[in-house]
């Protein structure tokens, strides 16, 4: 469940770079509301597994989740200059 997460957070920079290169906005917000999506259903699993365990072990899923959500947004706030880089890396390979 946690090796995902790194594997997502490396794979963002590459799908800002394609959303770059092909121009699409649509696919700048798409791969950080894909990370979201997946944080969330993961934080509501481990909170369904942590069931009646001591306050300590919620609390470790609340450290968890702040956690990667200050990565993603931290990702999130320089997908604009990976995308402006695909982006005119796609003028200079196409033209146009």
Request: hydrophobic share 60%; net charge positive; aromatic share 10%.
């Amino acid at each position: 469940m946690f090796h995902l997460t790194r594997r997502f957070h490396s794979a963002l920079p590459l799908a800002w770079l394609l959303a770059g290169l092909l121009d699409s906005l649509i696919l700048l917000a798409l791969p950080a509301g894909v990370m979201l999506a997946y944080l969330l259903r993961r934080h509501r699993r481990i909170i369904g597994l942590v069931g009646t365990a001591p306050w300590a072990s919620l609390g470790f899923a609340r450290h968890v989740m702040v956690d990667d959500l200050v990565r993603l947004a931290a990702w999130t706030a320089l997908s604009p200059l990976v995308f402006l880089f695909g982006r005119q890396l796609r003028l200079v390979l196409i033209g146009s």
